[in-house]
């Protein structure tokens, strides 16, 4: 998960809680959504189930392999070190569980912002949405996906735009197969797991 952003230290109020939030995972058959410490965006926080209020930003977290992901300006976007074919290969799919917001908290300085939201404790989901293909899900939810070698990948984080002038010279893969293409465009307020 993201690491906090320096431009994100100013106050962003937080936005009205939504009923229920989106998890993706690429496990299915979970009865409760544990904490977990892995890919925590701050080391002091400890282990936490991650959710968000869009279902296109939950298809995201279904998959291996993306190394960057977020929004920029209001398009969101997901970026997969390595090989589309290889992708394709190992793509068996993934779940989204669709859980009560109840003890979810938000912290808009950190990681996605206002989009993401964290609770400490179990939490049973109401509903399981799974996906044949974590690429066909993340491309009908208008998710951007690029495929990029580990040389644009290091060249992308060390960029002072989270990559975006990168990915603008990019084809992705919605302009590839015609799927809910759109572009990306410059924002102050990008939100990355960067």
């Excluded at 409760?32 to 892995?38: M, Y």
């Amino acid at each position: 998960m993201p690491a906090e952003h320096p431009e994100r230290n100013e106050h962003i109020p937080n936005k009205e809680k939504p009923p229920f939030l989106y998890h993706g995972s690429a496990h299915g058959d979970i009865s409760e959504l544990e904490p977990r410490a892995e890919g925590v965006r701050d080391p002091n926080e400890g282990p936490v189930v991650f959710a968000t209020q869009e279902l296109a930003l939950a298809t995201i977290f279904m998959a291996d392999g993306v190394v960057e992901s977020g929004k920029f300006d209001s398009t969101p976007y997901a970026v997969i070190n390595g090989s589309r074919e290889n992708f394709i290969k190992n793509d068996k799919g993934g779940h989204v569980y669709i859980v009560p917001s109840d003890s979810f908290q938000n912290d808009p300085t950190k990681g996605l912002g206002e989009y993401e939201w964290t609770r400490r404790e179990k939490v049973t989901a109401d509903r399981v949405i799974q996906y044949a293909s974590v690429l066909k899900a993340m491309l009908q939810n208008g998710i951007q996906v690029y495929f990029v070698d580990t040389q644009t990948h290091q060249k992308m984080k060390a960029s002072d735009d989270h990559g975006l002038s990168i990915l603008q010279k990019l084809e992705s893969e919605n302009q590839r197969t015609g799927i809910n293409a759109q572009p990306l465009s410059d924002s102050e307020n990008a939100k990355t797991t960067q």
